[in-house]
C-alpha cells in the first residue's frame, strides 16, 4: 500500500486514536485537527502524525486542512446534545458532513470516509441522533459528485478498553447494589473497536468500497440486559440488574438527562427502540472475522 496523506477528523476520539496508531503502523502522513493540541500531546509520539489546534466547523479552516490530502476520514460525532431542540446534532453530524464535502470538493480531496451508526436514517430515525446521522449519509450520497469517492460505515455499538460502553456499566455495577436498567430488551450486535479500525484501513484504496455502505457488528447479539449481566460476572459482583418497563424508563431518561454530563436522555431512549444489529456484516467484505465481547472485554474490565 502506498504511503497516503490523509486527515483524521475526530482523530483524538476513541476510535480515532486506534485508528490513527493503526494508519502510523502502515506509513500514511496524518493530519489531526483538534480543539486542544495540548490534551491530546500521547498521539504526537507517531512520526508521521501531525496536530493541530483547529475549529473543523470553520469552511475555510477545513479547506486549509485538506488541502493535498489523499483522504478525508470523519469520526465526529456526539450522542446527546447540551440543549434539546437538536441544533447540536444538526450542527455536528449533518452541517458539519456538508462542509466537509464542500471542502473535500474545493480541494479535489479523491476519497472520503464516514463513520455514522447503524440505524441512522433521515426520515424514520426514531431519535434526532439517528435522524441527523441518516441527514449526514445522505449528504455524501447527494453532494458529493462524481469526483469524490465516499464510503459509510455504519457500527453497531463500538466497544474495547477505553470505550465509553462496557466501562459506563463497569462502573455503574461497581457504585451501586442495584442497577436500573432502561430498554434492557435492545438488541446490539457490539463490534469490537480494532475490527472496526481494520475495516477502515482496508477501504482506504479498495475501489469496490468506492459508493459503498457497510454496516459493521460483532459474531454475537445481545440484549443490553444480557451485556450488562456479562459484565457483572466478569467484575465478579453481586447485584440486582432489574429492567423497567417503558414507561419508567421513559421516566428515568427525562430524569437523568438534567444529570450534569446527560449520562441518558430521552434522545437515547428512544435510539434504544430500534435494534443496532447488521443485516449484513461488512466485516466480511473485507475478510475480517470479528472479535466477540466475550474474547476481548475480560483481558481490560479487571
Known sequence: MRELKICVLGGTGFVGRSLVARLATLGHRMRIPTRSR??????????????????????????????GMDVVINLIAILNERGRDGSEFHRV???????????????????????????????????????????????LRTQSGEGLAWTIFQPSVIFGAEDSFTNRFARLLALSPVLPLARPDARFAPVYVDDVVQAIARALEERAAYRQTYQLCGPHVYSLREIVEFLRRELRLKRWVIGLPDGLSRLQARVLEFVPGKPFSTDNYLSLTVDSICQENGLKHFGIEPHSLEAVVPAYLR
Do not use: I, M, W
Not at 44 to 67: H, I, K, M, N, S
Not at 100 to 116: G, N
Open 38 to 67: 495540548a490534551r491530546n500531546r500521547r498521539l504526537l509520539v507517531l512520526p508521521t502524525v501531525t496536530l493541530v489546534t483547529e475549529d473543523v466547523y470553520d469552511p475555510a479552516t477545513l479547506e486549509r486542512a485538506f488541502g
Open 93 to 139: 453530524h449533518t452541517e458539519l458532513a456538508q462542509k466537509v464535502v464542500a471542502a473535500c470538493r474545493a480541494k479535489s480531496v479523491p476519497r472520503l470516509l464516514h463513520v455514522s451508526a447503524l440505524g441512522a436514517d433521515a426520515e424514520k430515525g426514531p431519535s434526532l441522533y439517528l435522524r441527523t446521522k441518516g441527514e449526514a449519509e445522505n449528504v
